[in-house]
């Protein structure tokens, strides 16, 4: 068996007591997991005194045979295991902080594409949170191409979400809280395998993992990482919908919230994310398209031709020549993905260009050359 980047982050989520976090550190300081196990007397030195018990943690055999038989089924079943430096890893979700070091996934959807939303909300959903789901997904199919939408395979809202999505041509990837060699729950089977070849399965668990509460409440750090924006539905005042729409707020990604009747129990939660200005009120796509500039049917500018600005740094001018190839602008996140520069720093680079007037923001984030 090979002995590489995939395996190795394997058995490291793998090894007893080490931890998501621990693991995470040590990929940073040693440059990847592969180095962590081949490297073990440079980390010696990287690492405090305190922590070098962490070395001996490293030599686990059942860490290996469990990350074998990993390796072994995911290739049995068409199953990528993306590790941070893996291309098809979510770009996204790698500038968190929190993010898995390593995930699970089938399908054949691009998790790097453009435009990508999360539409969340309560099991419990009204006849009301159904139709949105239909209406707002088949509204944007019909404005705004080569959507991801994504979502948590739960009853309710996520499973409408995604079978909107299907109806309408979109792809569409459910985050689970669990293995690949199980879906929960059991009765959205039928949905799941049309998303393996419209869309994709994506989680960080392994294989006999338990979808216990915690795991749920983990995987909304995914569902909120990998999007440009979250939408709630329909939510009551407490519950997963609005923990995913928390996390997409410290993101720094746009969130928006459906409102409803005052009375209505699965309204409540919307209707004060709204009110706390924590999330942008939408009534329909056309509310949402506008919010984050995606609007493809307005007339475009014509393109101006620039000459190199001569106080641009390499990748200042990487990032003006992405924008005069879309003249309507781009959102923050699909700059990271398009210019592959981390979030952390194109946001640095974004404020020198506003203040040196090449670029301008518009709502919902986007960056539109001057």
């Not at 419990?124 to 199919?141: M, N, P, V, W």
């Not at 990271?336 to 680079?349: A, D, G, L, R, Y």
Request: charged share 25%.
């Amino acid at each position: 068996m090979m002995m590489d980047e995939q395996f190795y982050s394997i058995v490291l989520s793998c090894i007893p007591g080490l931890g998501e976090i621990t693991a995470r550190h040590l990929i940073k300081a040693m440059g990847s997991a592969q180095a962590v196990f081949e490297k073990k007397e440079e980390l010696r030195d990287k690492i405090l005194p305190k922590n070098r018990d962490i070395i001996d943690m490293l030599d686990c055999p059942e860490a290996f045979q469990r990350a074998e038989k990993e390796i072994i089924f995911n290739e049995k079943h068409q199953i990528q295991c993306l590790t941070m430096k893996d291309e098809g890893y979510p770009a996204r979700l790698r500038e968190c902080d929190d993010a898995p070091f390593v995930l699970f996934y089938r399908g054949n959807a691009d998790l790097n594409t453009l435009k990508v939303i999360a539409m969340v909300g309560t099991r419990r959903a009204t006849q009301y949170g159904h139709d949105i789901c239909d209406r707002f997904i088949k509204e944007l199919s019909e404005q705004i191409q080569n959507v991801l939408i994504v979502s948590g395979l739960a009853y309710g809202i996520d499973v409408f979400s995604h079978r909107a999505a299907l109806d309408n041509g979109y792809n569409t990837v459910c985050v689970l809280a669990h293995g690949l060699d199980m879906i929960y729950p059991n009765v959205h089977r039928a949905t799941a395998a049309k998303m393996i070849s419209q869309g994709g399965l994506l989680t960080e668990y392994m294989t006999k993992s338990i979808p216990d509460k915690q795991h749920f409440v983990k995987r909304n750090r995914i569902v909120a990482g990998i999007s440009d924006a979250t939408i709630v539905v329909e939510s009551a005042f407490k519950g997963g919908a609005l923990i995913t729409a928390d996390i997409a707020e410290s993101y720094h990604r746009d969130v928006f919230a459906f409102p409803g009747k005052i009375f209505d129990e699965f309204s409540t939660g919307c209707n004060h994310l709204i009110r706390e200005n924590k999330a942008a009120l939408i009534t329909s796509a056309k509310d949402f398209i506008k919010a984050m500039g995606w609007d493809e049917h307005e007339k475009k500018p014509p393109i101006i031709q620039r000459q190199l600005f001569p106080d641009l740094s390499e990748q200042e001018q990487h990032i003006v020549e992405k924008l005069q190839n879309t003249p309507e602008g781009m959102q923050i996140n699909t700059l990271v993905v398009e210019t592959n520069i981390p979030v952390n720093q194109i946001s640095v680079h974004l404020f020198e260009l506003e203040m040196k007037g090449v670029i301008r923001t518009l709502a919902g984030g986007v960056y539109q050359l001057v």
